[in-house]
Nanobody, 127 residues
């Protein structure tokens, strides 16, 4: 069983920045594609960003259009951790952010393609 623990959420003003972290258990982290999703109240869960495993020879990262140029996904395989660096935050970014792991190497764009989920961390962007 893969366990994922998100951290780094909080309250930030519009235009501010936050860095979310997701710590994963086990030694198989480097073999898994990872993703960040978010869900706002009354809305469906949506993919935010994804990063492939190093073993994947295809596309390495994916971002939903609404966060391109503002968010950056990265991973530190030595620390079994994936990050989501968020800048220029907007009120529309307010949501619970979830880390997800896949039993596979390549990028996945839908929630049902991921096998493990963290508990979520709240991000609130408000003045």
């Amino acid at each position: 069983q893969v366990q994922l623990v998100e951290s780094g959420g909080g309250l930030v003003q519009p235009g501010g920045s936050l860095r979310l972290s997701c710590a994963a258990s086990g030694h198989t982290f480097s073999s898994r594609a990872m993703g960040w999703f978010r869900q706002a109240p009354g809305k469906e869960r949506e993919m935010v960003a994804a990063v492939a495993a190093l073993s994947w020879s295809g596309s390495r990262t994916y971002y939903v259009d609404s966060v391109k140029g503002r968010f950056t996904i990265s991973r530190d395989n030595a620390k079994n951790t994936v990050y989501l660096q968020m800048t220029s935050l907007k009120p529309e970014d307010t949501a619970v952010y979830y880390c997800a792991a896949k039993d596979g190497y390549g990028l996945s764009y839908k929630g049902d393609e991921y096998d493990y989920w963290g508990q979520g961390t709240q991000v609130t962007v408000s003045s």
